[in-house]
C-alpha cells in the first residue's frame, strides 16, 4: 500500500507571528523552546472552536494552563540559571540565553492575553447560558454570602494559618504552584503596617459549589471577604491574591550511583526551595503589593505576570468534571481487538495460546488497554506456567491494575524484575512508592542506569510450555497507566516471536544487569541505535530521489543530525511528511533546503503519543514501518533507554498504513508549520478527522468482523 503525499493548501485561520521572510540563508532550525509554546497556540485554538464542545473547551483552557505551568518551571527556569550562570550558549535558531527568554516571555504574554479574552469573553458566557458559572463575591446575592459564611466557619477558617513578616518573622517560604493573598494590616495604636501572608489551603476545593450546582466561587474569593476574622481588630489594606512557580528541575550528579533513591528523596527535598522563576498576581491589584513582593521574591519586572483571575485555571478541571453529558464528547469505550475477543467471550482461555498463533497490534485508547496489555501481564501472574516477568516502568496511575498484577505475581513466587524511572518528572515521588512496593513483595526493581532515564515501554513474560520455554512480549509506545490509555492515542505490539523475545531478554539483562548494550536481531534501542536506523532509512530513501518516501510521526523533533539528514533528502527530491505533534525544530519549504517537506500537528480529543517511522513503499519496493518510545529528539536519543521494532505482520502492516493515511489526509483537526514558524489550521476541505474516522472504524469493526485494519472489514468487541 503507497502513502502518498497530500496536496497542499492555503487557510485564511488565524496566524502566529513568524520569523520574517525565511530563505536558504535563514537559520536552519527553530527554536526548541519557541517551538514547545507554539503548541500551547492550538489548544487554545481548541478553546475557541465553536464546533468542540463546551465542557471540552474548558478542558484544553485548564491543559493550557498545566502546560505553561510546566514551561516556566523548566524551561523558563533553564533558561534563567543559563544567563545566572553567565553561558553563552547558543539555542539552535541561533539565539543567545537572554534574547531567547526574551522572545519566550513576549510568546507567553500573548498567550495569555488570549486566553483571557477566550476565557472571559467567549467561555463565561457561554457557560452562564448553561446555568454554569465562575463567581465573584461580588456576584454573589445575601442567601448565597450567609451559605459562603456557614462553607468559611466549617471548612476554611479552622485550616487557615496567617503569617505576618516583622523583625522576628522573616519573609515566610511560599511553595511552587501555591495560592496565596498578601494583605498589609496595621494595628490602629502603631504608625507601620505589616504584610500579611495567608496561604490558600491545598486540601480544600478551589471552587466551593454554591447551592443550586453549577456555580462556583474560589476559594480566595471567600477568604479575602473574611480576611477581618484572621486578623480581628486590624486595619486591612487592599489584598492581593498572587501566585508563584518555581525551578522544578532536578540535577543528580554521577556520584549518587550509591544510593539512587537516597539522593533522589534529598533532591526532592531542595526542589522545595528552589528559585521563583514567576509570580503571577491578579491584574486588579495596585504596584505598591506587587513591587514589594517581586522584591521579596528577588525577581524583575519581567518576571511578574498579572493575570485577569481567577489565577491558576487548572481549577477548571472541576468545571470538566460536572456530569453534564450534553456539553461533553461523546462516550467512547475502548474495543477488544479482534484476535482477543475469544478471551472476552470465555471462547478461549488464554491470552498466550492467540499470542502462539499471531502478532496482535493494539492501537489505544480506539483498542481496549485492559483487555490486551492489561490481560498479558494479568495472566501471567496467576499462571502457574509463568517463570518470570520482566518490566519496564515509566509511569502508571495511582490505582494500576499493572502494578497490582506484578505485586501479585511476585507474591505467587515468580521471579518479578521491574525498572522503574525514579526520576520521571514530577512523578518521581509517586515511583519511589511503587519501587518501594514492589521490593516489599518480593520483586527486583532497579532504579534505573546511571546518566540515563529509562523510557522504553516493553514486558517480557517467561512461561513454560511442554519441554519448551517460550518468550511473550510487548513493546509499545506508550506508558503503562490505564488511566492515559484512554486519552492518550498510542501503539503497542503483543507478539511470542522467538527472535523478539531474545532480545527482549538480552534488552532486560543489559539494563538490569552490568555489560555494554548488546547486539539485537530485531530490537532497536537508544543510545546510539535508533539514530543510527533512522540516519540510515533517511538516507536510503535520498539515494532514490523523488522516487522515496518518507513519513514520520512523533512528539517531537529537534535532533539536528536527523533534520540535516531530512533536508538532504528533501534537496535530492524526496516526499516527505511530518506528523509532529508538539515540539519541531525543521524549517519546512525553503527553496533548496526542505521544499519536499510538509510539517502537519493533529490536536484533538485524545492526545496524539504514538511513533511510526515509514520508509519507502514506492515503485515496488515494499515500506519499512517501525514504532517505538523515542522521540526524534536528542534527549530520546542519546540520554534515554528507548526501543523501537520494525513491524512485519501482514494485517499490523497494513493497520499501521491506514493510520499513516488519516494522519496525513485529516482536514480537521491538523494544523501545519510555514517556513516562518506559523501554524495555520488546515482548511476543512473534505471535513476528514482523524480519530472519528478511527473510533467509527473500531465500532464499525466490533459488529461487522475481519482483520482489524481501520476503514476495512477488521473487527473488535466492545471491552467489558
Known amino acids: 500500500m503507497t502513502v502518498d503525499a497530500p496536496q497542499r493548501g492555503g487557510s485564511d485561520a488565524p496566524q502566529r507571528g ?71 550558549s547558543r539555542a539552535l535558531n541561533g539565539a543567545l540565553p537572554d534574547q531567547l527568554l526574551a522572545d519566550v516571555r513576549a510568546s507567553i504574554e500573548r498567550m495569555l492575553t488570549r486566553q483571557a479574552s477566550l476565557v472571559h469573553g467567549t467561555l463565561a458566557p457561554e457557560l452562564r447560558s448553561q446555568g454554569i458559572a465562575v463567581c465573584d463575591w461580588a456576584d454573589l446575592d445575601d442567601d448565597e454570602r450567609v451559605a459562603m459564611r456557614e462553607v468559611f466557619d466549617r471548612l476554611v477558617l479552622p485550616v487557615v494559618t496567617p503569617l505576618t513578616v516583622d523583625p522576628s518573622h522573616p519573609f515566610p517560604y511560599i511553595s511552587n504552584l501555591s495560592l496565596n493573598i498578601g494583605v498589609h494590616v496595621r494595628n490602629p495604636d502603631e504608625p507601620d503596617a505589616r504584610f500579611a501572608r495567608v496561604k490558600v489551603p491545598p486540601n480544600v476545593p478551589r471552587l466551593l459549589p454554591l447551592p443550586g450546582g453549577g456555580r462556583f466561587v474560589p476559594i480566595e474569593q ?50 522545595r526551595f528552589l528559585p521563583v522563576v514567576r509570580l503571577e498576581v491578579d491584574s486588579r491589584t495596585s504596584d505598591g503589593p506587587v513591587a514589594w513582593l517581586a ?56 491470552i498466550f495460546d492467540i499470542l502462539d498463533r499471531q502478532d496482535v497490534l493494539v492501537h489505544h485508547p480506539y483498542d481496549s488497554f485492559s483487555a490486551s496489555v492489561e490481560e498479558l501481564v494479568s495472566e501471567a501472574a496467576d499462571d502457574p506456567y509463568v517463570l518470570a516477568i520482566k518490566q519496564c516502568l515509566y509511569r502508571t496511575s495511582g490505582d494500576s491494575p499493572v502494578v497490582a498484577a506484578l505485586v501479585r505475581a511476585a507474591e505467587h513466587g515468580k521471579q518479578v524484575a521491574v525498572l522503574v524511572e525514579v526520576t520521571a518528572r514530577f512523578d518521581e515521588e509517586a515511583n519511589i512508592g511503587w519501587a518501594r512496593t514492589l521490593e516489599e513483595a518480593g520483586a527486583h526493581v532497579v532504579y534505573g542506569l546511571l546518566g540515563l532515564k529509562t523510557h522504553a515501554k516493553t514486558t517480557l513474560v517467561v512461561r513454560h510450555v511442554g519441554d519448551d520455554v517460550r518468550r511473550y512480549c510487548h513493546v509499545g509506545t506508550g506508558n503503562y497507566n490505564p488511566k492515559t490509555a484512554r486519552m492518550y492515542e498510542d501503539l503497542g505490539l503483543l507478539s511470542s516471536r522467538p527472535a523478539l523475545g531474545a532480545d527482549l531478554t538480552r534488552f532486560f539483562n543489559y539494563i538490569t544487569g552490568f555489560s555494554h548494550p548488546p547486539d539485537y536481531e530485531e530490537l532497536v534501542t537508544s543510545p546510539g541505535g535508533i539514530r543510527a536506523s533512522m540516519l540510515e532509512h533517511i538516507a536510503a530513501e535520498a539515494a532514490h530521489g523523488p522516487d522515496g518516501r518518507i513519513v514520520l510521526k512523533a512528539n517531537g523533533l529537534d535532533d539536528p543530525e536527523i533534520i540535516d539528514a531530512l533536508y538532504e533528502a528533501s534537496a535530492a527530491g524526496v516526499p516527505i511528511d511530518l506528523v ?33 517511522f515509514r520508509f519507502g513503499g514506492t515503485g515496488g519496493r515494499p515500506a519499512r514501518i517501525f514504532i517505538g518510545s523515542a522521540d526524534l529528539r536528542r534527549r530520546n536519543l542519546d540520554r534515554r533507554v528507548e526501543a523501537m521494532i520494525a513491524i512485519d505482520d501482514p494485517v499490523a502492516v497494513a493497520k499501521l498504513e491506514r493510520i499513516v493515511e488519516l494522519n496525513l489526509a485529516d482536514d480537521s483537526q491538523a494544523w501545519e508549520l510555514g517556513p516562518d514558524g506559523v501554524w495555520t489550521r488546515c482548511p476543512s476541505v473534505t471535513g476528514a478527522d482523524l480519530q472519528a474516522s478511527l473510533r467509527a472504524a473500531a465500532y464499525e469493526e466490533s459488529v461487522g468482523g475481519g482483520d482489524g485494519v481501520p476503514g476495512g472489514p477488521g473487527a473488535g468487541t466492545p471491552a467489558s
Not at 57 to 62: G, I, N, T
Not at 240 to 267: G, H, I, M, Y
Not at 605 to 611: A, C
Open 18 to 88: 513568524g520569523s520574517g521572510e525565511p530563505d536558504a540563508g535563514s537559520p536552519p532550525y527553530f527554536a526548541r523552546q519557541l517551538s514547545d509554546l507554539d503548541f500551547n497556540d492550538r489548544l487554545l485554538d481548541l478553546v475557541a472552536d465553536p464546533s468542540v464542545p463546551l465542557l471540552e473547551r474548558v478542558k484544553f483552557v485548564a491543559l493550557f494552563t498545566e502546560r505553561i505551568d510546566e514551561f516556566f518551571q523548566v524551561q523558563v527556569a533553564g533558561l534563567k540559571r543559563q544567563i545566572d550562570a553567565g553561558m553563552h
Open 222 to 271: 471567600i477568604l479575602t471577604a473574611f480576611l477581618d476574622e484572621l486578623f480581628p481588630g486590624m486595619e486591612i489594606g487592599d489584598p492581593c491574591v498572587f501566585r508563584v512557580t518555581r525551578d522544578a528541575d532536578l540535577t543528580l550528579e554521577d556520584d549518587v550511583a550509591d544510593d539512587l533513591l537516597l539522593a533522589l528523596q534529598e533532591e526532592l527535598r531542595r526542589r
Open 295 to 350: 522584591d521579596e521574591l528577588g525577581l524583575g519586572p519581567a518576571d511578574v505576570y498579572r493575570i485577569e483571575g481567577p489565577l491558576g485555571l487548572d481549577c477548571l478541571w472541576t468545571l470538566h468534571a460536572l456530569d453534564r453529558p450534553d456539553l461533553h464528547d461523546p462516550p467512547w469505550a475502548p474495543l477488544v481487538p479482534r484476535p482477543l475477543a475469544p478471551i472476552e467471550r470465555g471462547d478461549e482461555a488464554s
Open 580 to 612: 509532529i505533534r508538539g515540539i519541531c525544530c525543521l524549517r519546512p519549504g525553503i527553496p533548496g533546503r526542505s521544499d519536499t517537506i510538509r510539517v502537519r500537528s493533529i490536536v484533538g480529543r485524545f492526545l496524539e503519543h504514538s511513533r511510526i
